[in-house]
C-alpha cells in the first residue's frame, strides 16, 4: 500500500513541474547580429518606402482638393440648372397667361358691357329732365350717386385683372372657394353669353397652403378647356360642374363638363407642353402643361383626368 502512495506522490510531483514549465515565460532566441551590408539595405528600404507613402500622401491630398473643387463647380452648376428652370417655369407661365389675356379681355368687356350701358342711360336722362322741367337736385344726386357706383364697380374689375395676373412672391393659406369665387366672378359672363351654366357643389371649406393666384390660374385654365370643348361639341344644354370637398387630408376640385369627353388616343399626350387639338389658331398648348406643372411641381399635388359618362373631369389634390 505504501508504495502505491509513493507512486502516485510521484507522478503528480512530475505533473506539477510540467505545468510550470509551460507557464514559465521563456526567455527569447538569440539571434546573431545582422550583417552591416544587411543593415544598410533594411535602412535604404525603409527610407524608399517612406518616400512612396509621402508621394502616395501628396497624390491623396491632390486628389482630394481635386475632388473638392470638383463638388464646388457641381454645387454652382446644380445651383444654376435649378435657377434656369425656375426662370423657365416663370417664362411659361407668363407664356400661359399672355395666351389667356385675349380670353380675359374679353371678359373684360362683359364684365364693362352692363355698366356703360346703364352709365348710358343715366346721361340720357339728365337732358331729357332738363328738357321738361323736371330737374331736381334730388334727382341730379341720385344719378350721380348710381353713376359713381358703376364706376367704382368697373375701376374693380380692373383691380381684380390686374392682381390675378399679379405672380405671387410667397406661399400663403388660402381657402379655395375663394379663389373659385373669385375666378367665376371675372369669367362669368362670357360663359352665359354663350349659353353654359356653371354649378359649383362645395362640401366644407377645403384650405391650401400654396400660390392663390397660380392655383386660379389652373382653375381658369381648366374651364377654358372645358369651354371650348362644350362649343365644340355643340352640347345642349352645356353645363359644367365643379365640386370642392377634403378627402384623406386633402383639399379636392373637380372640374366636369358635358362635352363629350376626350379621345383615348390623345389622353397619355393631354399635358404634354406645346400639344394642342383646337389648332395653332386657337391653342398654344401650353394651358394644361403649365397647370399640371404649378400643381405638381409648384405645390406638391396632382391634377389627374379621366372621361365620365357625359364628358371631361379634371382633378386637382392639394
Do not use: C
Not at 527569447?28 to 533594411?42: S, T
Not at 410667397?170 to 375663394?178: G, I, K, S
Not at 369669367?187 to 357643389?201: A, T, Y
Request: net charge negative.
Amino acid at each position: 500500500m505504501g508504495n502505491d502512495k509513493d507512486k502516485r506522490n510521484s507522478a503528480s510531483a512530475k505533473l506539477r513541474r510540467r505545468a510550470s514549465d509551460r507557464l514559465m515565460p521563456h526567455a527569447p532566441e538569440e539571434r546573431a547580429p545582422l550583417a552591416e551590408h544587411e543593415r544598410q539595405r533594411l535602412v535604404h528600404e525603409l527610407h524608399i518606402h517612406q518616400i512612396e507613402l509621402e508621394m502616395q500622401n501628396d497624390e491623396l491630398r491632390r486628389t482630394q482638393l481635386e475632388l473638392q473643387d470638383l463638388n464646388k463647380m457641381l454645387d454652382a452648376r446644380i445651383s444654376q440648372a435649378v435657377d434656369e428652370l425656375r426662370l423657365k417655369d416663370q417664362m411659361l407661365i407668363l407664356q400661359d397667361r399672355l395666351a389667356v389675356m385675349g380670353d380675359m379681355i374679353n371678359n373684360i368687356a362683359h364684365q364693362w358691357r352692363q355698366p356703360l350701358n346703364t352709365m348710358a342711360l343715366l346721361v340720357q336722362q339728365l337732358p331729357l329732365f332738363h328738357d321738361s322741367g323736371k330737374l331736381s337736385k334730388a334727382l341730379l344726386d341720385e344719378n350721380t350717386a348710381k353713376t359713381m357706383k358703376l364706376i367704382e364697380h368697373m375701376s374693380q374689375t380692373i383691380n381684380d385683372f390686374r392682381d390675378f395676373f399679379r405672380s405671387d412672391k410667397e406661399a400663403d393659406d388660402f381657402r379655395v372657394h375663394q379663389v373659385i369665387d373669385h375666378t367665376l366672378s371675372l369669367i362669368g359672363e362670357s360663359f352665359k353669353e354663350l349659353n353654359i351654366s356653371i354649378v359649383v357643389e362645395r362640401d366644407g371649406e377645403p384650405a391650401i397652403f400654396g400660390y392663390a393666384n397660380e392655383y386660379a390660374q389652373v382653375i381658369l385654365n381648366l374651364l377654358i378647356n372645358a369651354r371650348d370643348a362644350l362649343v365644340a361639341s355643340k352640347a345642349d344644354p352645356a353645363w359644367i360642374s365643379l365640386r370642392l370637398f377634403t378627402q384623406g387630408g386633402k383639399a379636392i376640385v373637380t372640374v366636369t363638363d358635358n362635352g363629350g369627353g376626350i379621345a383615348e388616343e390623345i389622353m397619355p399626350r393631354l399635358f404634354d407642353p406645346y400639344f394642342t387639338t383646337k389648332g395653332p389658331d386657337k391653342g398654344t398648348g401650353i394651358g394644361l402643361f403649365m397647370s399640371k406643372t404649378i400643381i405638381e411641381k409648384n405645390m406638391d399635388g396632382r391634377l389627374t383626368v379621366r372621361n365620365t359618362d357625359s364628358g371631361a373631369e379634371f382633378r386637382i389634390e392639394v
